[in-house]
């Protein structure tokens, strides 16, 4: 009996657009640097199902309805000011309603962008990692700093392109550093990237052109695509007065089933609109809690304040219902698409989990309330550190197709689990143990993985956690130009503590 492939229908909208970028549009009240899209789709037989969810939730609100359609227009901004925390009765029962729609019949899809990020990308458009620089942490570095202390003269010289924005990027950072040193000991990381920096931009090309490039929204998805063996489907855009450039950018990513449409017609676009717009309300309320007022106030510890974690249980339910559809309903590598820098979307990630890890209020509330943003602090913190050290290892990530197999063969022919917990662990007996180790890489989530050759087999295994820096470290080195492997590794094991040498 043949095997016969689905098809699937997907939605796409959009937040945080800017259609022209320039000094006057980064300058607005209601600027925000992250674009935002969205993405849900579901098998052509899950259809009917879906969508009667979702009309159902449409009239049961239709009294929020703007010119006859249901939009995430009907939240405001300000009823996130703390979260989830801030919003009323009828607005939590609402977003509930709204999230019980998102079940396994439902996959969905979001990428987070920086539009500074994709201005300083060209500037340094001929400038690649090599084993001196690693441009990518410069990129994320300088991206962050223009981000957080939104220095008026760097705006206005980067989207004026008067050509001065060489010199003063290096003001910027000359100034920052004198400022950094009333403060050494918080500060002592951004200096020495500060610095670094600067030493970098007495080599640099001026000449670049800052044109907005929509092809970003789509790079994610077609991955995505692939990774979950996708082959037959449609996406429909919301239609846009910007002659089609959306359209245009999807096709042009290798995206060739697409159409726009009317968003009071098709009721997916209504749908994925309505999840954009949580999601980057939540963002912006989370970056303007955090960000700096100026760059004095850059010396002091941003942490959230204490409003955003008095919750009652409705609020916290919330929250948990969000986490599980971002990080738990029809997971994949490429279910999010961030550029280099992501902190925006890796604190709201931190913030979802943090709070999901309370099982009650009772629990929230038996945290002294001062310090649960202390206690947010340093988990998004350690959560940074590991961004730092997987944009550091320079993985190379490949979607592959998923099929109907729970598995798939690497490079050397050894059998690797898309479910890492799988993957047998290396076994590493006290004292001292030899292994013909061929490579030393990550799964998908995160989890430090070995292949070695044992009885003319290759072999892949999960090494155990006291042993990720290590192979982090391989795995940067190998990027840089200094790999190491295939080699004979001597593993160490002494109590509870474990050793490695390349031998």
Not at 221 to 241: A, H, M, Q, V
């Amino acid at each position: 009996m043949a095997f016969m492939v689905q098809h699937f229908n997907f939605f796409y909208d959009e937040s945080e657009h800017s259609r022209k970028i320039n000094h006057s549009t980064i300058v607005s009240e209601n600027y925000y640097d992250n674009f935002i899209t969205t993405i849900v789709g579901w098998q052509t037989a899950d259809e009917k199902i879906v969508l009667k969810k979702y009309l159902d939730f449409e009239e049961k609100y239709s009294d929020r309805k703007s010119d006859g359609e249901l939009k995430s227009t009907t939240l405001k901004k300000r009823q996130f000011k703390n979260g989830f925390a801030s919003l009323n009765r009828d607005n939590i029962e609402f977003i509930l309603d709204l999230f019980s729609i998102f079940d396994d019949n439902v996959l969905l899809y979001f990428s987070i962008t920086s539009k500074i990020e994709y201005i300083i990308n060209q500037l340094f458009l001929n400038y690649k990692n090599n084993i001196w620089e690693d441009m990518d942490m410069m990129r994320y570095s300088i991206v962050k700093a223009i981000v957080m202390y939104q220095p008026e003269e760097i705006i206005s010289g980067m989207y004026e392109n008067t050509g001065e924005l060489v010199q003063l990027l290096k003001t910027f950072f000359n100034k920052r550093i004198n400022v950094n040193k009333t403060n050494p000991k918080l500060k002592e990381h951004e200096t020495l990237a500060f610095t670094q920096i600067l030493i970098l931009l007495d080599d640099i090309n001026v000449k670049f052109d800052i044109n907005w490039n929509y092809d970003i929204a789509f790079h994610g998805f077609k991955k995505y695509l692939i990774e979950k063996d996708i082959s037959k489907y449609s996406l429909f855009l919301d239609r846009e007065g910007d002659d089609g450039n959306t359209l245009k950018a999807a096709k042009q990513v290798g995206l060739t089933f697409v159409t726009e449409v009317d968003s009071k017609e098709i009721t997916g676009i209504r749908m994925a609109d309505m999840l954009v717009g949580i999601i980057s309300k939540l963002l912006k309320s989370l970056h303007e809690e955090l960000r700096y007022d100026s760059i004095e106030d850059g010396l002091n510890k941003k942490i959230l304040g204490e409003g955003w974690f008095n919750l009652n249980e409705q609020q916290l339910f919330l929250y948990k219902q969000l986490t599980h559809i971002i990080c738990e309903v029809n997971n994949a590598w490429y279910k999010s698409f961030c550029g280099i820098y992501s902190d925006d979307f890796i604190i709201l990630v931190s913030l979802l989990n943090y709070i999901s890890s309370f099982d009650t209020v009772n629990e929230i509330k038996a945290v002294d309330k001062k310090m649960h943003g202390e206690h947010f602090n340093a988990y998004v913190c350690k959560e940074l550190e590991s961004y730092f050290g997987r944009m550091e290892s320079k993985l190379p990530i490949d979607p592959i197709p998923g099929g109907k197999k729970d598995y798939f063969y690497n490079q050397r022919g050894a059998k690797v689990f898309f479910n890492s917990s799988k993957q047998p662990l290396l076994k590493i007996n006290e004292g001292c143990n030899i292994f013909n180790v061929l490579s030393v890489g990550f799964s998908n989530d995160g989890n430090a993985m070995i292949t070695i050759s044992e009885n003319k087999n290759f072999l892949c295994y999960r090494l155990p956690k006291e042993l990720f820096e290590w192979a982090m470290t391989c795995v940067a080195f190998a990027n840089r130009g200094d790999n190491v492997f295939p080699s004979k590794v001597q593993f160490t094991k002494n109590g509870d503590r474990y050793y490695a040498d390349v031998l």
